[in-house]
């Protein structure tokens, strides 16, 4: 049973252009909503994160848009630029259930070319 | 800054053989996590701790088997590594509490099982 749907798998976006990668979680106790960002021969390391108390949070050009009666958030990359190409994956968890680990999507890889 | 460090990013082991992965976290973190990274599967669970001697099943614990002695390290065990089991493995570590959904991950262990 897949928790949380991330799509797509991959994604070519131009230089300056939008990316967006989608996910779709099932359990409404999760409370908590992070994504990672991967470069190659690196492991994956906190990009952003957001609760459900808020509809979007912004931290420089990445924003995550978050839709609690769907189920559903998302990442927005705004003026993607090449060193942003790397695998994102988005990931959920219940903050207030005790030590319950972070649940991932199975990642996007993103190629902004010029 | 917090590092996780997996003493190796190459392996080569044989059919059989008895393998093992170490993570060392410098941050005194109460939870250390390993993972299984593969193509299009994403990061998959294998086992978590949250304490020393303690240790709880992933989502893919099959063939696997963990040791926490002390708390700065978690290693991975494979008791008689097979072909299906050649990937990149991940280690990760996070504090306990309300911070702890923020992972922080190793670079990695590409292992590759002839």
């Known amino acids: 049973q897949q928790q949380v749907k991330q799509s797509p798998q991959s994604l070519i976006v131009q230089k300056g252009g939008i990316s967006i990668i989608n996910c779709a979680y099932e359990?409404?106790?999760?409370?908590?909503f992070p994504w990672y960002q991967q470069f190659p021969g690196k492991g994956p390391a906190l990009l952003i994160a957001?609760?459900?108390?808020?509809s979007e949070k912004k931290e420089g050009r990445f924003t995550i848009s978050f839709n609690k009666s769907a189920k559903q958030f998302s990442l927005h990359i705004m003026d993607s630029q090449p060193g942003d190409s790397a695998t994102y994956f988005c990931?959920?968890?219940?903050?207030?259930?005790?030590?319950?680990?972070?649940?991932f999507g199975k990642g996007t890889r993103l190629s902004v070319i010029a | 800054d917090v590092k996780v460090t997996q003493s190796s990013r190459y392996l080569v082991k044989r059919t059989g053989e008895k393998v093992f992965l170490e993570c060392v976290q410098d941050?005194?973190?109460?939870?250390m996590f390993w993972y299984r990274q593969d193509p299009g599967l994403g990061l998959r669970l294998i086992y978590f701790?949250?304490?020393?001697?303690?240790?709880e099943k992933g989502d893919i614990p099959e063939g696997y088997s963990v040791s926490r002695e002390k708390k700065e390290r978690f290693s991975l065990i494979l008791e008689s590594a097979s072909t299906n089991q050649t990937s990149m493995y991940l280690c990760?570590?996070?504090?306990?509490?309300?911070?702890?959904?923020?992972?922080?991950f190793g670079p990695g262990t590409r292992l590759t099982v002839l």
């Open positions: 941050m005194d973190h109460e939870n």
């Open positions: 701790s949250y304490d020393v001697k303690m240790k």
């Open positions: 990931a959920a968890s219940r903050r207030n259930s005790g030590n319950t680990p972070l649940v």
């Open positions: 359990n409404t106790a999760f409370d908590y």
């Open positions: 990760a570590s996070s504090p306990a509490g309300a911070q702890a959904d923020t992972q922080y």
């Open positions: 957001i609760r459900p108390d808020v």
